[in-house]
């Protein structure tokens, strides 16, 4: 089974409004870490946000936010008010354990565009 | 800081050659890990390590050798190139921080295997 599912190959948004991006996962361990990163054409990997298992609140960086639902294992990167720097592939990641450190698991990607 | 550093950017092998990709980082980070990016596929790691001298192979091993000698650097060899191994390639290092390892990535190295 796929330890990090994304089912959007690709999205599109209006500029200022606000997009979210899926990304369920599958794990049994009680401990593991949820990341997004985005991969702008230049092809660099760049740090979104990042979600713990335990943590009662969902994350937010700025126009990031991250909308965890433990029960459902889903873990959707909300952008708002889009920008056109935002076009880009996004990246939802896992890790799982505590003190494993290295093991992540990525998804396939959801490419987004930011239309004008 | 200069980050994760990896060299060469570019690199096209023939079927059968051997090479090693590099990558450094000096941020005194324990964790060290080596992707490959496919179309479609998103990033599958390949080995990873926890500290110097240690190493553990990940998702897709085959074809690839590591070492750890040093916290700095994590070079991965190529021991006989095949067009399969055609990608683009990613070291990322990651510290322990309240259990976050979030990972810093470094630009990537492009391989064609002809």
């Known amino acids: 089974a796929q330890k990090i599912t994304q089912t959007q190959p690709g999205m599109f948004v209006q500029e200022k409004e606000a997009v979210t991006l899926d990304c369920t996962y599958d794990t049994s361990d009680p401990s593991y870490g949820l990341f997004w990163y985005k991969q702008p054409s230049s092809g660099e990997m760049i740090f979104l946000i990042y979600?713990?298992?335990?943590d009662q609140q969902n994350a937010t960086e700025g126009r990031y936010s991250l909308n965890f639902q433990k029960a459902r294992k889903s873990a959707n990167l909300v952008i708002s008010a889009s920008q056109l720097g935002d076009s880009a592939m996004y990246f939802c990641a896992m890790r799982e354990g505590w003190g494993t450190g290295n093991q992540f698991y990525f998804g396939t990607g959801t490419s987004l565009t930011v239309i004008p | 800081n200069a980050g994760v550093t990896q060299t060469p950017k570019f690199q096209v092998l023939k079927t059968g050659q051997s090479m090693t990709l590099q990558c450094a980082q000096d941020m005194n980070h324990e964790y060290m890990s080596w992707y490959r990016q496919d179309p479609g596929m998103g990033l599958r790691l390949i080995h990873y390590?926890?500290?110097?001298?240690?190493?553990d192979q990940g998702e897709v091993p085959n074809g690839y050798n590591v070492s750890r000698s040093t916290t700095e650097d994590f070079p991965l060899r190529l021991l006989s190139a095949a067009p399969s191994q055609t990608s683009v390639y990613f070291c990322?290092?990651?510290?322990?921080?309240?259990?976050?390892?979030?990972?810093?990535f470094g630009p990537g190295t492009r391989l064609t295997v002809t």
């Open positions: 990322a290092s990651s510290y322990s921080y309240q259990g976050t390892y979030e990972q810093y």
């Open positions: 390590s926890v500290g110097a001298g240690i190493t």
């Open positions: 979600q713990g298992s335990y």
